[in-house]
């Protein structure tokens, strides 16, 4: 792949990738702040918390939709000029993200105790994860909420202001968090409401913003099922290319339980640093939907595809760096989250893995974002099942043949790996490039 310094794409891709890159990264901070924070608490705590995320962040994948649906449907409206449909899309992603998230939180919140006992991890781990996990259900309508506002934002391409709102909120918790778990002694349940106390303002936020736009543009705030069932277009394509990739992650969290309290808390580090290099990397991918669609919108084809070209060299780029930084730091990083030697020494070999996959990531990421910004979402959702299909088998011999945890992260790679090719291949085709307003 032969990189150019410059290109005509870079200030628009910048633009939008440089804000994505920053609220991305902020928003895991959440997590990664519970992670840090917990891991001081005592070993099983930081391995409850691993189910309870697996489970949080299965859920946030699966309606993932709400933002990068409504991040497409908004960027081709603005594309072909239609700004009042642009509004009137928002709205109604609001409105479905929040009665979505108080049907869920209330059925989670039923079910947590007997989701978590299908990891089979021990009893104090299932107990700590399952305090978090209901306790973290309250937070689920105004977390839906959010995602639907920044996706309406993005489609503006508008990635600034979900960057101060996700920093702002991130810090609302950090700070809150300490106090909690550490000035109250409220553990792991500390943890827990201080992310939901941050996720109700980040709501509240977007909501403001959102509700002003529209009343500005005389549309109506009100909801209506119709509306919301456009702007959710594509949302069970996503879904169903969500379920499959939160179930390559679940399953590896389930054998990474088989292995002991130490290879889980292990992972769990592992993960969550995965996640937020991913989320990084995920940021040319932002401005990718947001390119893509705008440009498809207006019906100008070869401009979309020139921009996306340039967006695969700098994400893949971004990932070499990446890694090469992971590469070195791995064992410092691993003590930031522990102070358990034993959890140190196996998160710093865990790391080698994530900092190999980083290139691929970003080769990944970018794909991905230019084809959701294309709304090619039902060869997204075929190619994510095959993938995952082909972690299945291989995480399979490792479950099978009693492997370590390496293997299990070996089996990770494959399933980038695979990914990376399907997406290409499909690039690489003109059929994604269909063009027009939702």
Same mark, same amino acid.
């Given at each position: 792949m032969k990189l150019h310094l410059r290109s005509e794409h870079d200030r628009d891709i910048l633009r939008l990738a440089i804000p994505a890159f920053g609220s991305l990264v902020a928003a895991p901070l959440y997590i990664l702040t519970d992670t840090a924070i917990v891991g001081r608490i005592g070993t099983p705590e930081l391995a409850g918390l691993a189910l309870a995320s697996a489970v949080l962040l299965t859920l946030v994948n699966l309606?993932?939709?709400?933002?990068?649906?409504?991040?497409?449907?908004?960027?081709?409206?603005?594309?072909?000029?239609?700004?009042?449909?642009? &509004?009137?899309?928002?709205?109604? *992603?609001?409105?479905?993200?929040?009665?979505?998230?108080?049907i869920i939180g209330i059925a989670l919140a039923l079910a947590a105790a007997p989701l978590l006992e299908l990891f089979h991890a021990e009893n104090d781990v299932i107990d700590h994860a399952t305090t978090y996990l209901r306790i973290s259900c309250v937070g689920?309508? /105004?977390? +839906?909420? *959010?995602?639907?506002?920044?996706?309406?934002?993005?489609?503006?391409?508008?990635?600034?202001?979900p960057l101060v709102v996700a920093i702002g909120t991130a810090l609302l918790n950090g700070g809150i968090e300490v106090w909690f778990v550490f000035g109250l002694d409220w553990g792991v349940a500390g943890s827990a409401w201080s992310t939901v106390i941050a996720e109700f303002a980040a709501a509240a936020t977007y909501t403001y913003m959102v509700v002003r736009t529209v009343r500005g543009r005389n549309q109506s705030v009100a909801p209506s099922v119709t509306d919301m069932w456009a702007a959710s277009r594509g949302g069970l394509n996503l879904v169903a290319r969500t379920a499959a990739l939160r179930g &390559?992650?679940?399953?590896?969290?389930?054998?990474?339980a088989t292995k002991g309290? %130490?290879?889980?808390?292990?992972?769990?580090?592992? #993960?969550?640093?995965?996640?937020?290099?991913?989320?990084?990397?995920?940021?040319? /991918? #932002?401005?990718?939907?947001?390119?893509?669609?705008?440009h498809l919108g207006a019906g100008d084809t070869a401009t979309a595809r020139s921009a996306s070209a340039r967006m695969i060299q700098l994400a893949f780029t971004f990932g070499v760096? /990446?890694? +090469?930084?992971?590469?070195?730091g791995a064992n410092p990083l691993a003590r930031l989250?522990? *102070?358990?030697?034993?959890?140190?020494?196996?998160?710093?070999?865990? +790391?080698?893995?994530? /900092?190999?996959?980083?290139?691929?990531?970003?080769?990944?990421?970018a794909l991905d974002g230019i084809l959701i910004g294309a709304g090619d979402l039902s060869f997204l959702a075929k190619a994510m099942w095959?993938?995952?299909?082909?972690?299945?088998?291989?995480?399979? #011999?490792?479950? %099978?043949?009693?492997?370590?945890?390496?293997?299990?992260?070996a089996s990770l790679t494959l399933f980038m790996a695979v990914r990376a090719v399907t997406l290409h291949l499909r690039y690489r085709a003109d059929s994604w490039l269909v063009t027009g307003a939702p």
């Open positions: 309606l993932v939709f709400l933002a990068y649906g409504t991040t497409g449907t908004v960027g081709r409206a603005i594309g072909a000029g239609d700004e009042d449909r642009a &509004a009137n899309l928002g709205m109604q *992603s609001l409105w479905l993200g929040l009665l979505m998230g108080a689920v309508p /105004a977390l +839906l909420t *959010s995602m639907a506002g920044t996706g309406y934002l993005r489609g503006l391409q508008d990635t600034r202001t &390559a992650f679940i399953l590896a969290i389930l054998i990474a309290t %130490t290879a889980l808390a292990a992972h769990e580090i592992a #993960i969550q640093i995965w996640m937020t290099l991913a989320l990084a990397l995920d940021a040319v /991918a #932002i401005a990718g939907q947001a390119l893509v669609a705008r760096v /990446a890694g +090469l930084a992971l590469t070195l989250f522990t *102070s358990d030697v034993a959890v140190i020494d196996l998160t710093a070999f865990l +790391l080698i893995h994530v /900092a190999v996959m980083q290139p691929i990531g970003g080769h990944v990421f095959f993938s995952t299909l082909v972690f299945m088998c291989a995480a399979s #011999i490792v479950w %099978t043949s009693d492997l370590g945890i390496g293997w299990l992260w």
